[in-house]
């Protein structure tokens, strides 16, 4: 008599990849190109149909340098401008912002302060006292982002990048605690700034 044994092997599971940094930056790209654009393309029918009166960040902002302001503006300045910047926002052509940005530098020993005051004008160029709408943007993206990672484990650029956010615990869980995902962007935000950090410093010791 010969004895059997039927053995079932069970396959390992899957091991667990850390997404690279850029691939995660990529997919943060991706994620706001969904809300910023549609959100530009209303702000150019509002600003439009409100004659300039609601405003917000375009796609392309356009800025010139001057030492001259405009002669007459409403209201006055109440300091001394000693430079003015003047920026046009669109989105693939129409208006959705135009504002005017007087500085004013004041030295004092080590110290630079400097003083900003913003005009806003309609699309024919006059004054206009007109709201903005720029920080409707960051609440749709963070409701947006956490909303998703939390109950999904993914928003659609992580999908597009194939990353997932998981509970190293409990890897098979669909979605990951509220905490664990503002960890998540708290550190991606710090390697982003980080980066500029040391990207702006290298270039002010070469150019030094």
């Given amino acids: 008599m010969t004895d059997s044994s039927t053995s079932t092997d069970i396959a390992p599971p899957p091991a667990i990849v850390r997404a690279g940094f850029w691939r995660r930056v990529l997919s943060v790209v991706v994620d706001e190109l969904l809300i910023i654009i549609p959100f ?3 702000t150019t029918i509002l600003f439009a149909i409100s004659d300039g ?3 917000a960040n375009g796609i392309f902002n356009a800025c010139e340098f001057s030492t001259e302001g405009p002669s007459e503006l409403v209201p006055a300045p109440t300091m ?9 926002s669109t989105t693939f052509g129409p208006k959705s912002a135009s504002w005017l940005t007087g500085k004013h530098i004041e030295k004092s020993g080590h110290m630079t302060v400097t003083t900003d005051t913003v005009w806003r004008f309609d699309s024919q160029g006059r004054p206009v006292d007109a709201i903005t709408l720029d920080w409707l943007v960051t609440i749709a993206f963070l409701a947006y982002s956490l909303g998703l990672t939390v109950r999904l484990g993914q928003t659609i650029g992580d999908r597009v990048m194939k990353i997932r956010v998981i509970e190293i615990a409990t890897p098979e869980k669909i979605g990951v605690s509220f905490k664990r995902v503002i960890l998540r962007y708290v550190i991606l935000a710090g390697g982003i700034i980080l980066g500029m950090l040391l990207a702006f410093s290298g ?6």
Avoid: H, P, V
């Avoid at 270039?203 to 030094?208: C, I, M, Q, R, V």
């Fill in 40 to 42: 530009a393309l209303l």
């Fill in 53 to 55: 009166r609601i405003q």
């Fill in 80 to 88: 001394r401008i000693d430079f003015w910047i003047k920026c046009t």
């Fill in 203 to 208: 270039l002010a010791f070469s150019n030094g």
